[in-house]
């Protein structure tokens, strides 16, 4: 092969251009989809808790409670009343996360993080559930059981607006039927009435009554305690007791009950939502079982701003929206296949230099190189000299 003499002409790098925006079009054209990690136990824990909503569901119409789909626009059976129907309200909340927290995908989210905390099979989780968000309360324990992981569960059982706070319908007996229809092997271990210091303070006694009676029909040890501070060391003990000689290697909390966060001002401004690895040096106004398991070195997953999640996670945060089952970049995103990445550079390369370097004229066609004009050359004049025989003399 000769190579070429002189520079490219523009029709050659005019091809070049035609093939590099050619491969530039595959590479963007033709990606691909790429599971993310965990995908198996993402989307057996989301179809899991997707078939928990019939359980819920014919467990509410056997209580007599109709569902409103406007405020359940997905169907789940998990959103309660506002604060004039709901006899176990503690406290407001807002429809748009309970929402949220009831779409299967939220499972996704909740293997995610276990993994990220290094939970893995046969690991001690403890876990502190209340009422307010009982689909967020699926979610966890399912995802929990789908890595092979023991939960352990302990549930404060009143409710703030549009989670499980019907008399017939609490979060012990969404439990209780879901471990009974094999969707869960898990039952919580202990509950108390939750709300202000954990034991219903403000809320009238009919109310209570009603916790306690929910608490005593579900087979449920309850928590008794004095004061707050009394309610978080019980737990701890039920927790240190209930490890089977293990060690805990991850905490979840769900939703903002006050033996658990320790404070509403802790669970909103002092531990953001999602996975805290450690315990940040700060001042903490009350030690909640969220920070002593910190301070114990055990990582804590916290689960209350929801839209945050969604927003983070991917989780359609649109009214009314649908989205299905393992549907999501937690489950897959859209990528750009490698091997045609690589293939279209290492092309252009080669045709790039084979084009600059060789005379492709003559390779392919046998026709001389295209050289530049070579500048003329003056020949330099004879030197004079004196006249020949027989000529005359000027």
């Known amino acids: 092969m000769r190579l070429r003499q002189g520079k490219v002409p523009p029709a050659t790098l005019a091809i070049l251009a035609a093939i590099a925006a050619l491969g530039f079009t595959m590479v963007e054209r033709f990606k691909v989809d790429v599971r993310e990690k965990w995908y198996r136990e993402k989307r057996e824990a989301a179809e899991t808790v997707k078939r928990s909503h019939e359980v819920v569901r014919e467990l509410r119409r056997k209580a007599g409670l109709d569902i409103d789909f406007e405020k359940d626009p997905d169907h789940t059976g998990l959103i309660g009343a506002d604060d004039q129907t709901g006899p176990l309200t503690t406290d407001k909340g807002y429809l748009r996360s309970k929402q949220i927290a009831a779409r299967p995908n939220l499972a996704a989210i909740v293997v995610q993080l276990l ?4 939970v893995g099979k046969g690991d001690n989780v403890a876990v502190g559930l209340t009422g307010s968000f009982p689909g967020a309360n699926i979610a966890v324990i399912v995802a929990i059981e789908k890595i092979g992981a023991n939960p352990i569960v302990i549930t404060s059982v009143g409710s703030s607006t549009f989670g499980a706070n019907y008399a017939e319908l609490t979060w012990l007996d969404m439990e209780k039927a879901l471990a009974d229809a094999g969707i869960i092997h898990t039952r919580s271990i202990a509950a108390s009435v939750g709300g202000d210091k954990d034991k219903g303070i403000g809320l009238n006694k009919a109310t209570i009554e009603l916790i306690n009676k929910a608490i005593q029909r579900n087979g449920v ?11 978080i060391a019980r737990r701890m003990e039920l927790y240190e007791a209930n490890r089977k000689g293990k060690p805990i290697k991850c905490y979840v909390n769900v939703g903002g009950g006050l033996a658990s966060v320790g404070s509403s001002f802790v669970a909103d401004k002092m531990i953001p939502t999602g996975l805290s690895p450690d315990l940040k040096p700060q001042t903490y106004p009350v030690e909640g079982v969220m920070l002593k398991m910190l301070r114990n070195r055990v990582p804590i997953i916290h689960l209350l701003d929801f839209r945050k999640l969604a927003v983070e996670y991917g989780i359609s945060l649109k009214e009314g ?32 230099a084979a084009a600059v370097r060789l005379d492709l ?19 330099p004049r004879p030197p004079e000299s004196g006249p020949g025989p027989g000529e005359p003399v000027l």
């Open 221 to 231: 040890e309850k928590i008794e305690a004095k004061t707050l501070v009394d309610s």
């Open 361 to 379: 004229r003559h390779t392919f066609f046998g026709k001389p190189a295209l050289t530049p004009a070579q500048p003329a050359v003056t020949l």
């Open 115 to 118: 993994r990220e905390a290094g």
């Open 321 to 352: 929206s649908v989205q299905e089952v393992g549907e999501g970049p937690m489950f897959s995103s859209r990528r750009y296949n490698l091997v045609l990445v690589v293939g279209t550079l290492v092309g252009l390369a080669l045709i790039v």
